[in-house]
């Protein structure tokens, strides 16, 4: 018997002007002891089937139309009292970020026991045993001791085992997880989706995973559901949702995912998939301003080269050097980056790969080591012209396309700004000019400079950030994350683009990710980061191929496999 | 934490030090304290004779040591008005502006807490909006007006109170008196009360109230209610608690205001504290009480100040730990 059956689900937010139909008319089910996977981009309304299963659709949404059951029962249209008794007892839920989904101000044992207490008629100190002996099934060590602890004692993947732990205190026969491994790194991902397949298998509990991750969704659902702008478009076994696909949106989705094994040339573009930005207006790069006068002095051997680079960060001042603590980010880590070539940076959170990125633009001063650019050392430069001429042949693009452009400016005033603080072009109309084939060129379309940066979705913004990068005719490039924050048919063009620019340009890109499959789509060779240390370079192909170091076949093996996704799409492109 | 109690410390006598060094110079160039301690008649010699004994003739830096020393035995010297010592002058005057703020203080935090909940959880309700519209007229309408208007309303109009004074005073102690324990003094310290917490309990209300807005929405009080919670346990263990730290800085601050700032509320009101004793100071150039007000004001908030900060401790474990 199914546990959760959802039957025709609609949810609706009324707005000022219209009704914003989040989930169209959706079916679906899952058995005791499966895990159904719901996968979808953002918008696809994926988290608000969660939500109103549980009960706690963000006001004024409402379940507008359709039947939930659990065990049969039906629970969409209890009063608000019985409803809140579903949550908890019968129905867990495991958020996104650990982080935040913890009371800071309170121990893990008494939101532990404040919630068994609700639900279980326990005494005080019987709730305080089940909630030790939850603490150790979840694989927290030291359970007596760590549950006097507040959550700020934890690490991201340990928050996320007491999330778990709060999730299963009454015993809910179903586990909504939302994103449950989205912040969090490849290698606690990898535990934390095993201990849920675990604990599902085990106690016999339904689970509903809500992921945009394929890799997720491959490695431990049953059943998956594939929605798009709030309607179910595909559900079935897992096994043959993304082996052979059948909708052409579910294929769409599965070909722009960057696989770790195989190395495309181009993602597949495909319908489906909105904003598909291609250029409006084709520049002529031998005869631009953009190609212009790229007269950078030629370099023999490589262009930048790195040796012994060392960064610490104080952590606790004091006037005594030796009550002084520090933080070793980068350990003497050497690497080149050849002319034309990308390099990529790969490791999972703290392991230094963006200070270097820092260090390389002059954010931060190395306390050891040097940094070669061309012919000119970065970290001895004090006249201010050099630092300037330096810095404007190199460009970043930030991780987060909301924070990274100032909401104030149109887009215009944005990309013109490196423009005329370089004066790289002799007047306000020129200016106006370079700013319109720029975003021409990036796929926006001159119109888009009138805007604002709100205006636009995190894809848009992100290509907004390329044609700033590009502003200043940079020779280097730094991607720090540029994809991470994106959906993967957008992550997908930008790709695209960052390839398309790179060779007509001729750019060289240091390229960071924590992301094997997008680092393998577009590096020509990488570097491995633990803890601050260089533990590998090598080719591409050779790092995926043979690995060398220790560490990084542990990172290989714990990607997610991808075997079972259709390459149908891939091969055609 | 000691070590950060110890820091806090002595920060805090750095600025005593520098307040001290600001009461000290008002002696020094605010006119000369001989002309005003004797009359017209002194002669020059008589005068210089004064001035060698008060130490007036000795190094500044002697003097300021001198001034600091005697400051910290709460020794001020003698009033130009009154010839008493002014430490006597104030042991009068603090138990009025004390009762009177502490009054004022309660009524803001017991009126203004619960009402910043109930607008914070329940932000559509028409009550809320009744909340947040009145409390635009406390905090921009000034305190003298309010305490006019009220006196003209419940002494003038009404006759319920009075308008002036502490009612009648019990003596408790050897230089306690309190207005607490006698209906005349409880009676009178209701409209100066009201007058001078109004402001700080609008502010309190609307802190509080923004403080809630922004909890509701964190990402453990939505989990909270998804481990099926009741409400009570959300709104007061979860929400409520993490709203506390910028509450505690302000409201502490603020309880600074109302015992230092008291002066309008006292003047309105003729109330015998040290706001009024210091505004009669001020008109009269009585320098030594000015500087002690000035002294205490300071120490007042410096003490308030090194509590909020112990307090947080109290409140947020993430600061009891060193920092990684």
Known sequence: ?573 | MIGFATRRLLQAMVVMLVVALLAFTMFRFVGDPINQMVGIETSIEEREALRERLGLNDPIPVQFARFVTQAAQFDFGTSYQFRQPVSELFAKRIPATLELSFTSALFALVVGIPMGIYAGLNRESAISKLFLSVSLVGISLPTFFIGILLIFLFSVTLQWLPSFGRGEVVQVGSWWTTGFLTASGLKALILPSITLGLYQMTLIMRLIRAEMLEVIRTDYIKFARARGLPDRLVHFRHALKNTLVPVITITGLQLGAIIAFATITETVFQWPGMGLMFLQAVQNVDIPIMSAYLLLTAFLFVAINFIVDILYFLIDPRLRVGRP
């Not at chain 1, 909504?176 to 535990?191: G, H, K, W």
């Not at chain 1, 023999?300 to 080269?305: E, I, K, N, Y």
Request: proline fraction near 5%; hydrophobic fraction near 40%.
């Open chain 1, 1 to 573: 018997m199914n546990v959760l059956d959802i039957k025709d689900l609609k949810v609706e937010f009324p707005g000022r002007k219209s009704v914003f139909v989040a989930v169209n008319g959706v079916d679906m089910s899952v058995e005791a002891g499966k895990i159904l996977g719901v996968v979808g981009e953002s918008g696809a309304g994926k988290s608000t089937v969660g939500n109103a299963v549980i009960g706690l659709l963000q006001e004024p949404g409402h379940i507008a139309g359709g039947e939930i059951f659990l065990h049969g029962k039906r629970i969409d249209q209890l009063p608000y009292k019985e409803k809140r008794l579903l949550r908890g007892r019968k129905i867990g839920m495991i958020f996104q970020d650990p982080l935040t989904s913890l009371d800071p101000l309170q121990t893990v044992e008494s939101q532990l026991v404040e919630t068994i207490r609700t639900h279980l008629p326990l005494s005080g100190k019987d709730a305080q045993k089940r909630a030790i002996e939850l603490i150790d099934a979840v694989g927290i060590p030291n359970p007596e001791e760590r549950i006097k602890q507040y959550p700020h004692q934890f690490s991201g993947g340990m928050r996320q085992r007491v999330v778990i732990a709060l999730a299963l205190c009454a015993e809910p026969e179903l586990v909504i997880a939302d994103e449950p491994t989205t912040a969090l790194d490849v290698s606690i991902q990898a535990q934390i989706l095993e201990l849920m397949k675990k604990l599902c298998a085990e106690r016999n509990v339904a689970m509903l995973v809500i992921t945009h991750d394929m890799g997720v969704i491959a490695d431990i659902t049953d059943h998956v559901a594939v929605m798009y702008h709030g309607d179910l478009v595909e559900f079935g076994e897992t096994t043959q949702v993304l082996g052979a696909p059948k909708h052409p949106y579910t294929q769409s989705l599965i070909s722009a995912v960057p696989r770790p094994d195989i190395r495309v040339e181009r993602f597949p573009v495909v319908n489906y998939i909105e904003e598909a930005g291609t250029p409006q207006k084709q520049i002529d790069i031998s005869t631009h301003w953009l190609g212009k006068s790229r007269d950078y002095e030629k370099v023999t051997g490589p262009l930048v080269q790195i040796k012994d680079l060392d960064m610490r960060f104080e952590t606790r001042g004091s006037i005594f050097p030796s009550r002084r603590k520090y933080f070793q980010a980068v350990k003497k880590v050497s690497f080149d980056i050849q002319e034309g070539e990308t390099f990529g940076l790969v490791g999972e959170s703290g392991s230094g790969k963006s200070t270097i990125a820092r260090l390389i633009t002059g954010l931060y001063h190395p306390t050891g080591g040097s940094i070669l650019f061309g012919k000119t050392e970065l970290t001895s430069l004090k006249n201010r012209k050099d630092v300037l001429t330096m810095r404007r042949q190199m460009q970043m693009i930030f991780q987060d396309p909301y924070s990274s452009l100032n909401a104030r400016l149109r887009v215009r005033d944005i990309i013109a700004e490196p423009i005329k603080f370089h004066r790289l072009a002799s007047s306000n109309s020129e200016v106006r000019q370079i700013v319109d084939d720029l975003l021409d060129h990036v796929g926006l379309g001159a119109a888009a400079g009138q805007k604002f940066p709100h205006e636009f979705s995190g894809g848009q913004r992100q290509r907004i950030s390329i044609a700033r990068a590009l502003a200043t005719r940079p020779r280097f490039l730094i991607c720090d994350e540029p994809t991470s924050a994106l959906d993967v048919s957008i992550q997908a063009q930008i790709l695209n683009l960052l390839k398309d620019l790179q060779e007509e340009l001729g750019l060289t890109m240091l390229f960071i990710s924590h992301d094997l499959a997008v680092i393998r789509q577009m590096c020509n060779r990488i570097g491995v980061m633990r803890h601050g240390e260089l533990c590998e370079v090598s080719d591409c192909d050779q790092l995926f191929e043979a690995p060398q170091h220790p560490y990084t076949r542990e990172l290989l093996e714990l990607m997610p496999s991808m075997e079972l996704l259709s390459r149908a799409n891939l091969e055609s492109a």
